[in-house]
């Protein structure tokens, strides 16, 4: 059989390997996944019980009216976004917003800078669309180096794509770096895609969305989720905001990719979208983990800065991180994902999501250091 050539050169993702191996292996300890350990709140279960009889229909490719309204609220009253629903475009999770916004706005060969490392799921995505992902350095804090984004761009430059809270550093980009940014877009007419997908997933700090900053509204394209916010990886469901002309050719190629999201998905996220306790339950559960893990990593060594955003750690280590994770899974069956998975930015470093159980957490940290003492 024929394989495309697309597909062959897509990299093997090893968070994928390892995550398969800590399934089948029941005395591996995970700090591998980015899913929520919760379940989704139960108002929203309940509803999506109620309505399965109902939900037997496609929906229109842009999503459900009441859903599209309700996120264009939700936009200006959390994120001072000012939209109408026919800008919100409900996707399959933010992932197939991203590309439909990608293959909308980008041509093969044209060119996306993305501050690295940045989350894994970006550069095949959009090799598989024939984009090229240029990567910018972060500084030591994790935030980008806005004018090493300018020296980066040319003639096929046509987008800039940052994520914040971000996976996997867990910095928050403050609002001063969103106007750099910002201003490089206009100055350069870029369009800058707001990965969005932890917004809700913050200590403290501010989240500031890009596309309500001044001169925006034709440059910005968010992209948020129900997977992190209200624990609803499986339910597939997230949405891009984005100006009127584009969000029309994302509903477009939406018809011809997966013709829309699920219906009771979306029915779900009516609810889901009333239910901030809950987030802000789990959020003070993450908050704990954060803080003991990230000051027990540092006490064994390994430079940790405290996130402000997401549920990862994002530790330096010494020497090649992909033989860390390994030689650590194989001797003291702890997975974690190495920094070069999340790009060249990453190398040195590991992820360990705190997404798990606090005990579960504990015994994995244990077992790392053991396995730091000894090498
Ligand atoms: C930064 C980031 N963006 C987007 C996604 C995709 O999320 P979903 O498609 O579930 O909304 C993820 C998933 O882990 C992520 O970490």
Redesign the pocket.
């Known amino acids: 059989m024929h394989i495309s050539e697309r597909e062959e050169e897509l990299p093997e993702a090893m968070i994928a390997k390892l995550i398969k191996v800590a399934s089948e292996d029941k005395s591996v300890v995970s700090l591998g996944a980015?899913?929520p350990d919760f379940p989704a709140p139960p108002a929203v279960v309940a509803y999506a019980r109620k309505m399965i009889i109902k939900a037997n229909h496609y929906s229109p490719p842009a999503g459900r009216k009441d859903l599209r309204e309700a996120i264009a609220r939700k936009a200006a009253s959390e994120n001072g976004i000012k939209c109408s629903p026919e800008q919100v475009v409900v996707t399959?999770?933010?992932?197939?917003a991203?590309m439909l916004a990608a293959a909308s706005t980008l041509d093969a060969t044209e060119q996306v800078i993305i501050p690295s490392p940045a989350?894994l799921?970006y550069t095949p995505m959009f090799e598989l669309l024939d984009i090229v992902p240029v990567f910018s350095r972060l500084d030591e804090e994790f935030l980008p180096d806005v004018d090493d984004i300018r020296k980066k761009i040319t003639k096929k430059t046509k987008a800039i794509l940052i994520?914040s809270p971000?996976?996997p550093t867990g910095a928050v980009y403050p609002r001063k770096i969103l106007e750099q940014i910002a201003d490089v877009a206009v100055d350069k007419d870029l369009l800058v895609f707001g990965?969005e997908?932890?917004e809700k997933i913050i200590y403290g700090a501010k989240h500031v969305s890009l596309a309500s900053l001044n001169g925006m509204a034709e440059h910005a394209v968010t992209?948020q989720?129900?997977?992190?916010s209200y624990a609803m990886?499986g339910y597939?469901?997230?949405y891009a905001i984005a100006p009127k002309k584009l969000a029309a050719a994302m509903r477009k190629i939406h018809v011809y990719s997966t013709i829309s999201a699920s219906t009771l998905s979306q029915m779900a996220g009516v609810v889901a979208l009333k239910q901030g306790a809950y987030t802000e339950k789990m959020v003070k559960e993450y908050d704990r983990r954060r803080r003991m893990i990230v000051s027990r990593l540092n006490e064994m060594g390994l430079e940790t800065r405290m996130p402000q955003g997401?549920f990862y750690a994002f530790s330096k280590i010494s020497g090649d991180d992909r033989r860390f994770a390994l030689r650590l899974l194989k001797k003291e069956k702890v997975a974690v994902v190495p920094g070069s998975e999340f790009g060249p930015g990453g190398e040195g470093h590991i992820r360990c999501s705190y997404a798990t159980k606090y005990e579960k957490i504990e015994k994995a940290l244990d077992r790392i250091e053991r396995f730091v003492n000894r090498q």
Do not use: M, P, T, V
Request: proline share 0%; with cysteine; hydrophobic share 25%.
């Open positions: 980015g899913e399959n999770g933010s992932q197939e991203l989350f799921g994520c971000s996976n990965d997908a932890y992209f989720s129900f997977s992190k990886c597939r469901l997230g997401a």
